[in-house]
Each structure stands twice: as structure tokens, then as C-alpha cells.
């Protein structure tokens, strides 16, 4: 079975900081997409950056960043110069190519103190 | 913003009594999906759609049902609503070519007293 484990619960950060989210998952899959979606306390659920398994650059957008190791099947992100918005819980997701199937780690907690 | 809809956003309701959750979309999506959001599970597939009256079973449908008869209305239904169905839900959309990243509407948290 493909899994995905967020082993931090939570964390907190200082405004300005950098902090890196740690995600891993369990596949036999060669080929695959790996996400981060953040939740702030509106609930919504936001999209944060994308990342395709065979593509061995780490994907970026403005101030988060992925570090993927894929034969570690580790997909952590890191949120650089931390801001208060950035409060929020972060799920990664697994979605094997090919499929319309997506499987979510349990999240974590982020913090961002003034 | 991917135009979805989630109705209602909050509801109460006493168990046994039957619920029905709507998803309307404005993107003409083909798939549609149903997560319920509990801590320490992350977002749990419930049911999903690849298109009108075509839907299968996620890892967590027991209780549930859906139906889709338009394309931009996927409704979720707890026949007899029990206390381990109080959840956030959410509804998901995503584009036809495969793992396009998910869309999803603003949730509803349903409490079952």
C-alpha cells in the first residue's frame, strides 16, 4: 500500500526564519507526483508547489522550495524568510502517475511566531 | 480561485437523521472528489466521480453515498448519520489530464450529536 507520513505534528517557526517540513512516503511506483497544500485557519485548502518524480530539479515557488530525494522517498519543503501567513497546517500528497488517485499524509501544525 | 461551492458550510444534526452535502463546480471539471478531514488522518478519499453517474468507492465510503447527474453537481449523502461521521468535508476537482494538482471548495464541518 502507498503511504504518506508527515512525522512532525507540529512546529513553530520565528517570523523570518527558515524552516523545512519533513515528508516521506512508501511506493514501488518509478513515476509519480508529490504535492504540499496548506491550510490556514480559513480552512481552505491552498496548493503550494508541485513536484514530478522523474524530473530531478527541486521544484520552487517564490519562498518555498522542495528538497526531493526520490530514493530516499523524501519530499520535504522549506519555507524560507517565514512570515506570519505562513501559519498554517501542511499536508503533503502522493499521486501515482498515470491516476486520479492522491493519498495524504496527517499534516503538520506550522506556527510562525512574531 | 477554481470555482467550487460547498453546501452548507456548517451543519448540526442528531444522529440518525439523514444529510446530504452538495459540491457544485463552475469549471466543467470531469473528476470530482469527497474527502472527510479528522485529525491525525490527514484528508481520507470517501467517494469520487470521473464523470455523470460514474462513481466509485474510496478508502473510507461506509456510511456514505453519492450521485452525479450534472457535471458541476456532486452531492454526498450520510443515510443515518452517526457520531463517527462529525467531520470537516471537502470537495476536490480536478482537471481531465491525470494528476493535475486537486481544487478544492472552502469544506463543511458537520457535527453529529
Known amino acids: 500500500a502507498q503511504t504518506v507520513t508527515q512525522s512532525q505534528p507540529e512546529m513553530s517557526v520565528q517570523e523570518a526564519e527558515t524552516v523545512t517540513l519533513s515528508c516521506t512516503y512508501d511506493?514501488?511506483?518509478?513515476?509519480?507526483?508529490l504535492f504540499w497544500y496548506k491550510q490556514p485557519p480559513s480552512r481552505q485548502m491552498i496548493l503550494v508547489i508541485r513536484q514530478e518524480a522523474y524530473k530531478q530539479q527541486n521544484a520552487t515557488e517564490n519562498r518555498f522550495s522542495v528538497n526531493f530525494q526520490k530514493a530516499a522517498k523524501s519530499f520535504s519543503l522549506k519555507i524560507s524568510d517565514s512570515q506570519l501567513g505562513d501559519t498554517a497546517m501542511y499536508f503533503c500528497?502522493?499521486?501515482?502517475?498515470?491516476?486520479?488517485?492522491?493519498?495524504f499524509g496527517t499534516g503538520t501544525r506550522l506556527k510562525v511566531l512574531a | 480561485d477554481a470555482g467550487i461551492t460547498q453546501s452548507p458550510r456548517h451543519k448540526v444534526t442528531e444522529t440518525g437523521t439523514p444529510v446530504t452535502l452538495r459540491c457544485h463546480q463552475t469549471e466543467n471539471h470531469r473528476y470530482m472528489y469527497w474527502y472527510r478531514q479528522d485529525p491525525g488522518h490527514g484528508l481520507r478519499l470517501i467517494h469520487y466521480?470521473?464523470?455523470?453517474?460514474?462513481?466509485d468507492k474510496g478508502e473510507v465510503s461506509d456510511g456514505y453515498s453519492v450521485s452525479r447527474s450534472k457535471t458541476e453537481d456532486f452531492l454526498l449523502t450520510l443515510e443515518s448519520a452517526t457520531s463517527s461521521q462529525t467531520s470537516v468535508y471537502f470537495c476536490?476537482?480536478?482537471?481531465?489530464?491525470?494528476?493535475?494538482?486537486?481544487?478544492f471548495g472552502n469544506g463543511t464541518r458537520l457535527t453529529v450529536t
Open positions: 500528497a502522493f499521486s501515482p502517475s498515470g491516476t486520479y488517485k492522491y493519498i
Open positions: 476536490a476537482i480536478s482537471e481531465e489530464k491525470v494528476n493535475s494538482p486537486l481544487h
Open positions: 511506493t514501488s511506483e518509478n513515476n509519480y507526483y
Open positions: 466521480s470521473y464523470g455523470v453517474k460514474d462513481t
